[in-house]
């Protein structure tokens, strides 16, 4: 039999059934989630375009650009291979496979160099100050000025503007006897870099010395004009300028080393007429108006004798770093002792490590000193 089929029942028809509100998304309007442009015919005409909207971030937000896509940032740079020890002899035996990269202390001299050779705009000056006599100022000016002249390739000179017979040129192999003075009577005739090297001695280390009067004939005392005048001719030639200064601080030329000065490095010894003597340095400088300068000042402890020094070291760096912008301890070194010819080849690896600091701390400066001047401020 063929199977049954049973019509539905027709349901009489009643009244509509209640329907529950269903949810109904809105037309999309994005006006309601951007920032409100000001009103365009465009905008008043055609009420649904959407058009891009401007940058609506913080003012000062960042904002990816092209800058962001360079070499050191997409490019994956292998490690840099270890000069030096266990790291460079795994690296070089296993034909590079294995590079160890370099030490914290390869990373930290990198960074140090890094410093040291930012560029100058024109030219800095580095005067090189000490009341007290015998606390290594002319030896901490060889230091540095050998290390920047060692470091970078620009021209790096020092001059010994001492007016009572400064030892500056005697530190380096003298290749002229000219001195200041001989340069001042050339100036009419200086055209060129070489006019100027015919009055300086160089070092190994390629840092030049412009050695100071030691005639006892001499007449005259080199004073703020002539100062002056010397700067002028290496300013031209010269990126940096280190000016070993006298033990006085009245005597005229110093008018001229301050004025002129972008930062001082102020030397002491670990020993407590010493450090009173630089502590008084600073205050003759912020009672005289230079008080700016107080706070580009590099302070140097050297340790001109050998053992320790009953001296609490750490008060004493604690003291000159609340006056000025960094001290740094230069240790005892014997071939800095002999107070003969500086190499720097033939300092201990603490001491060369010492300058090479010190050298990265002044040149954190250069980057702040364009067109800076340094007179007096009262």
Not at 64 to 80: F, I, T, V, Y
Not at 264 to 280: H, I, N, Q, Y
Not at 350 to 359: D, G, I, K, N
Request: with cysteine; aromatic share 6%; hydrophobic share 35%.
């Amino acid at each position: 039999m063929p199977p049954r089929y049973n019509p539905p029942v027709p349901v009489e028809p009643g009244p509509p059934a209640v329907q529950p509100d269903r949810y109904q998304p809105d037309r999309y309007q994005p006006d309601r989630y951007l920032p409100v442009p000001p009103h365009t015919e465009d905008s008043r005409t055609h009420p649904d375009r959407w058009s891009p909207q401007p940058w609506s971030g913080a003012p000062n937000a960042y904002r990816p650009n092209s800058q962001d896509l360079g070499a050191d940032s997409l490019l994956k740079r292998p490690k840099r291979a270890s000069n030096s020890g266990w790291r460079r002899g795994v690296h070089r035996l296993t034909g590079g496979v294995i590079n160890p990269g370099e030490s914290t202390a390869e990373e930290r001299y990198r960074n140090q160099v890094e410093r040291i050779r930012q560029p100058v705009l024109g030219d800095y000056r580095i005067a090189f100050l000490s009341l007290k006599g015998g606390v290594g100022k002319t030896t901490t000016t060889l230091g540095l000025g050998s290390t920047f002249a060692s470091l970078r390739g620009d021209c790096v000179i020092a001059v010994d503007a001492n007016p009572d017979f400064g030892t500056l040129g005697e530190r380096v192999p003298r290749q002229t006897a000219s001195t200041v003075r001989d340069l001042l009577a050339a100036a009419p005739n200086i055209r060129r870099y070489s006019d100027i090297r015919e009055h300086t001695s160089q070092a190994p280390s390629r840092l030049e010395v412009l050695a100071g009067e030691r005639d006892p004939a001499a007449s005259e005392m080199f004073g703020e004009e002539d100062y002056r005048a010397v700067i002028d001719m290496l300013q031209v030639y010269y990126n940096l300028i280190l000016t070993d200064c006298g033990t006085g601080i009245m005597h005229s030329a110093m008018n001229g080393v301050l004025q002129l000065a972008n930062a001082l490095v102020l030397v002491s010894s670990p020993a407590v007429d010493g450090a009173r003597s630089a502590a008084a340095t600073l205050d003759w400088l912020e009672l005289h108006g230079y008080g700016h300068l107080v706070e580009r000042t590099v302070v140097v402890i050297s340790s001109v004798r050998p053992g320790s020094s009953a001296v609490d070291m750490n008060l004493l760096q604690q003291h000159f770093l609340e006056r000025c912008r960094a001290v740094l301890v230069v240790p005892f070194d014997e071939h800095l002792a002999e107070g003969a010819v500086v190499d720097l080849d033939l300092l201990r690896p603490q001491t060369r490590s010492a300058f090479v600091e010190l050298a990265a701390m002044v040149a954190d400066d250069f980057p702040a000193a364009s067109g800076r001047h340094s007179g007096p401020q009262r």
